[in-house]
């Protein structure tokens, strides 16, 4: 008999008519440098996500534009067969240049030829979510999502998507997808710095909708504030570990999926999101994001 591990810190959240770990693993920054190519330590990749599972994580983050196709094909030698629990989330809407760019690539066709990128570059043959993503490198931008939505609730009707998300998207952006078909998450980008999505995320919760924060610890840049240290340092902890607790503080409905290409900061991320702030903490954490 094996055991199975601890519960991760924040439980677990329904995704549709499936049950995740609040605390997932994004693994974008897998690929080689800028997202490109192969990962300096290969072996070390496979662990990482190996880990993952082991700690007991049921959601990971991927696209088949990271690397190109490199995590997808990470993920497949780690990890398939996949565990029946686990949910891999992917998205669609860019592809990668020459140059390492991320050319969006929306219509009907090439959304086509990205999901099924997807499912052979992980090895299904449907996808447990796919995340519709939007706007460019700078953000969310207005635009209409519906047609592009519509393919991919088409898909869904074939069996070859089991549930839809949008990403990098406005709020209006998200109603307009929900009038197409389900929407179970919203991955934007937001942190303790970027928080201009604290209202949708509200109205998100009270519509049973997921939020998923990227670069919840600042992506390329690492989250730096003089009160987040400040109070690290005041709570013997790493300030990492306060981003993500205060994530997991901040609603019910947000979904974790910090990266990380080791081992032993994804151990520490574990251990560090169950730090329990005080009032007085996010108070002071509040100020950070001005
Ligand atoms: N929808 C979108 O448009 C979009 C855009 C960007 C990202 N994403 C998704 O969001 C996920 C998260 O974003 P992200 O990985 O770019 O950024 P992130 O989670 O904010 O930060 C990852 C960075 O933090 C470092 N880090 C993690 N834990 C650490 C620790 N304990 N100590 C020190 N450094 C630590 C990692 O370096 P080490 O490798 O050295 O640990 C890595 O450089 C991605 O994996 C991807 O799946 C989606």
Request: hydrophobic fraction near 40%.
């Amino acid at each position: 008999m094996t055991s199975s591990p601890p519960a991760l810190p924040g439980g677990t959240w329904n995704l549709g008519d499936r049950t995740v770990t609040r605390f997932g693993y994004g693994a974008m920054q897998l690929a080689g440098p800028w997202v490109m190519g192969p990962p300096a330590d290969h072996d070390g990749a496979i662990a990482v996500l190996r880990e993952a599972v082991d700690q007991g994580i049921t959601h990971i983050d991927t696209s088949h534009a990271y690397g190109p196709r490199v995590t997808n094909h990470l993920i497949r030698e780690a990890l398939h067969p996949y565990p029946a629990s686990l949910l891999i989330a992917t998205k669609v809407g860019a592809t990668r240049d020459a140059e390492g760019g991320w050319p969006t690539a929306r219509r009907p066709g090439d959304l086509r030829q990205q999901v099924h990128e997807n499912l052979e570059s992980l090895g299904v043959e449907s996808l447990d979510l796919v995340n519709m993503r939007m706007g460019d490198a700078t953000g969310p931008q207005p635009g209409s999502i519906t047609e592009a939505f519509e393919t991919l609730a088409e898909l869904q009707e074939q069996g070859v998507i089991r549930h839809l998300g949008v990403s990098n998207v406005t709020a209006e952006q998200v109603a307009d997808a929900r009038k197409v078909a389900p929407v179970v998450c919203v991955q934007n980008m937001y942190n303790l710095a970027h928080r201009h999505d604290d209202p949708l995320i509200d109205d998100l919760a009270a519509d049973g909708i997921a939020y998923v924060p990227f670069f919840p610890l600042g992506g390329f840049t690492p989250l730096q504030a003089e009160a987040l240290s400040a109070l690290a340092t005041r709570l013997n902890a790493t300030p990492m570990a306060v981003a993500l607790a205060w994530l997991l503080q901040r609603s019910a409905n947000i979904l974790l999926i910090p990266g990380t290409s080791k081992v032993a900061h994804l151990r520490e991320n574990v251990t560090g999101a169950a730090l329990a702030l005080s009032a007085q903490d996010v108070a002071e954490l509040d100020s950070i994001s001005g």
